[in-house]
């Protein structure tokens, strides 16, 4: 025990952190300094359009600097938030060439470029007024991760002594959050990248695999870091996320929900309840990104044009999305309605930036109107779904608008409720003055959004 407590003394002294201070305090002279001017345009949370970028499928060499080239074309989409995936080396021992299996939480991946592309990337974000936020990976490194032999306490290991592999992963061993040693330099390892690239905050991957306190512990520190505005996602859905610090979970079940929705013609009267599930436990600020593809699903399930009715049944959910309750988030690609799956490891197909122009002015348009409107972004949701119909009010002082979605490949009549027949409507997008009376009939895919 004597041993023990010397080993901890040493390395709290070697680490700068002060027993009973905590590590916000302690560890500023051993973090990097700023690079550049943090960003002051963060949006406020509600106010997200969130856009995941796959590396390795983006452009043709794969890197940061073909993403960096298509700022202009990201921003015109009416993004504000860029999500990158893993920057970090993947590991090769017993790998899978994942991204997902980090070997070194500290560096770039010579795939992807260096710091430099990785700041300039960070830099054209800013300059275009998007904040950018990485993938963190907390929950498991790679199999060579220096971690294994440097500090193989930190890892967790079953009864043999074996390190523990989680849900099947086998390019991968479980961190063991027991350690004050790995918490530390995780936190560490995330404080980093907000001053020496600029970001703005981090998805976390797997959230829901470390513990709540673990987070709450990592956002402590990152939230004292002043000069900057943080945006943090769960990728999870346990109402302990919010408790934490999460600005928002992941869209899991809604996304499921929408799959068996038009799959199995499950009613759409279940995203109120869903929805009820998902916000449970979120305060003020907090909320869901939700969205209709992304690298896991899109590898797994399929694109938006197979899952989801092609163009129109895709483009009726994604108004769903963006409208309804919660930030949108769009994966790369689906703007251009690339019918292309984009399979793990995402090193085969790259995606083709020239298709389908129509499809793209459509996801424009959409998320122009949420982008243009308080209400659709900030209102207090009413609902009135039938079982085909997703139906609902978005309500914010005197601005009212009505989105009436019909998620089926057939037409369907919906019959307005009391509240919302026989009112004076104008169609949201063209203006084009639209009087409801009792019921209104909506062609496969169809959907309306109108204000008062």
Not at 166 to 189: E, M, N, P, Y
Not at 212 to 239: C, P, V, Y
Not at 390 to 395: D, G
Request: net charge positive; proline share 4%.
């Amino acid at each position: 025990m004597k041993k023990h407590l010397t080993c901890l003394l040493a390395f709290t002294l070697l680490s700068g952190i002060i027993p009973g201070t905590s590590f916000a305090q302690n560890n500023i002279e051993h973090d990097p300094p700023q690079y550049g001017k943090p960003f002051s345009g963060v949006p406020d949370t509600r106010d997200v359009t969130m856009y995941q970028v796959n590396t390795r499928v983006f452009s043709a060499a794969g890197n940061f600097k073909g993403v960096t080239a298509r700022l202009d074309s990201i921003k015109a989409l009416g993004i504000n938030v860029i999500y990158l995936m893993p920057i970090y080396p993947v590991g090769i021992l017993k790998a899978s060439d994942s991204p997902y299996a980090t070997k070194n939480y500290n560096a770039v991946g010579s795939e992807f470029g260096t710091l430099g592309d990785l700041r300039a990337l960070v830099d054209g974000a800013h300059k275009r007024k998007m904040a950018l936020i990485l993938d963190f990976v907390a929950n498991h490194t790679s199999w060579d991760n220096p971690w294994l032999t440097q500090h193989p306490d930190w890892y967790l290991r079953d009864s043999t002594g074996k390190v523990v592999i989680t849900h099947g992963w086998r390019d991968v061993g479980q961190l063991d959050f027991k350690s004050s040693g790995l918490r530390l330099a995780l936190i560490k390892a995330m404080k980093g990248w907000v001053l020496k690239a600029n970001v703005d905050g981090f998805r976390c991957d797997y959230a829901d695999g470390p513990p709540a306190d673990f987070w709450a512990q990592a956002f402590d520190t990152l939230r004292n870091i002043h000069t900057h505005k943080l945006l943090f996602m769960a990728e999870g859905s346990r109402g302990s996320n919010f408790t934490a610090g999460f600005d928002y979970n992941f869209g899991f079940n809604f996304y499921g929900n929408l799959k068996r929705i038009y799959e199995r013609g499950r009613s759409v009267r279940s995203i109120d309840t869903v929805n009820m599930k998902d916000y449970k436990d979120a305060k003020a600020g907090q909320g869901m990104v939700r969205y209709i593809t992304n690298h896991d699903v899109n590898s797994s399930d399929g694109t938006p044009l197979q899952l989801f009715g092609g163009t129109k049944g895709s483009m009726a959910a994604f108004v769903v999305v963006a409208y309804m309750k919660g930030v949108p988030m769009i994966y790369n690609g689906q703007e251009v309605g690339t019918p292309d799956q984009m399979m793990f490891p995402f090193t085969r197909t790259k995606i083709d930036w020239n298709i389908n122009p129509d499809v793209t002015a459509e996801y424009k348009k959409v998320i122009a109107l949420r982008n243009a409107d308080a209400a659709i972004r900030r209102g207090e949701l009413a609902s009135y779904s039938s079982d085909d119909v997703c139906a609902f009010t978005k309500t914010l002082g005197g601005d009212n608008v009505l989105v009436l979605s019909n998620l089926r490949s057939r037409e369907v009549t919906f019959m307005l409720p009391a509240e919302l027949a026989n009112q004076k409507w104008k169609d949201a997008f063209t203006g084009k003055k639209n009087a409801l009376t009792t019921q209104v009939t909506l062609q496969p895919y169809q959907y309306l959004v109108l204000k008062k």
